[in-house]
């Protein structure tokens, strides 16, 4: 469950800042999750209270912002949201590569 690495990298990220800002509680990390990402959000929130534990951010709320994945066709220009990398343009059928919904970053740390 690469997960697991995750969440402690989101912990570490946001526990270095909050104490570069000398704050003492991390009360919420918002993170921008891309459709695309290869991330289970489920199995993010179960190892984020795990890799919480013990640090300034135990108790902290993870706020997920889901990003689309979106494709746009060079060749009829149609955009559209989608769910893999390789897509078939349902305009005109030509081969489509997503372009972006990798995104995983820390956006946001609230903190006292």
Do not use: R, W, Y
Request: include cysteine.
């Amino acid at each position: 469950m690469h997960e697991m690495s995750i969440a402690v990298s989101i912990v570490d990220i946001a526990v270095k800042t909050a104490q570069e800002a000398e704050a003492q509680k991390i009360n919420a990390i918002t993170v921008e999750l891309g459709a695309l990402a290869g991330v289970v959000p489920e199995a993010l929130e179960f190892c984020f209270e795990a890799a919480c534990k013990e640090t300034i951010a135990e108790g902290a709320k993870l706020e997920l912002i889901h990003l689309p994945a979106l494709a746009k066709c060079t060749s009829c220009g149609f955009e559209f949201e989608t769910d893999q990398f390789l897509n078939v343009c349902p305009e005109c059928k030509a081969q489509v590569l997503a372009a972006g919904g990798q995104e995983l970053q820390v956006k946001s740390i609230n903190v006292d």
